[in-house]
């Protein structure tokens, strides 16, 4: 394994599961330096460019303009690194620990997950996704939310929402 980053993840997750569950409108957390900026800085390096063959989803919609790629397997070593420990036994039983909500089981299709980007004339907000895998029966969820950039905007920003959440479609 290149990178490491169990240490870290354990570390930003080990909070008051208070914190959590009292959080507003509904129970998250918000953790600035989720992961050392070292390892920010290599993610960002790796990323694949928006004309690297990975990205299998080319989405160009009104309310979407984004690369996506759930080919972990194929990701730049430190990326499939990361993405695999994000996924692991150990971020999920410390998320059990800070939420109060399990056992959890990851996605190992990285269904919705894996890689993003979003182009130019593409925007980020908070949303749900509502499609699933058939192979999996529930469609309660996490979301681990991350913006990076290299204009100054903050790069290790992560949320976290478990349960039983109510959405809206557009």
Do not use: C
Request: net charge negative; glycine share 8%.
């Amino acid at each position: 394994m290149g990178m490491n980053i169990l240490p870290d993840v354990v570390r930003s997750l080990d909070k008051d599961p208070q914190t959590y569950s009292s959080a507003d409108p509904f129970p998250h957390i918000v953790i600035d330096n989720f992961l050392r900026q070292s390892a920010i800085d290599t993610l960002i390096d790796e990323f694949p460019d928006s004309r690297d063959s990975i990205w299998g989803e080319r989405i160009k919609h009104v309310y979407q303009v984004k690369l996506a790629s759930n080919n972990v397997d194929s990701a730049p070593p430190n990326i499939r690194d990361v993405l695999y420990q994000l996924n692991s036994a150990t971020t999920l039983q410390a998320l059990e620990k800070l939420t109060g909500e399990g056992p959890l089981i990851s996605d190992p299709y990285f269904y919705g997950g894996g890689m993003h980007q979003i182009e130019s004339g593409g925007h980020l907000t908070v949303h749900a996704d509502f499609a699933r895998p058939r192979v999996f029966r529930s469609s309660e969820g996490s979301i681990l939310f991350s913006i990076s950039t290299r204009s100054g905007t903050p790069l290790s920003e992560a949320a976290w929402n478990f349960g039983r959440a109510t959405a809206r479609r557009r």
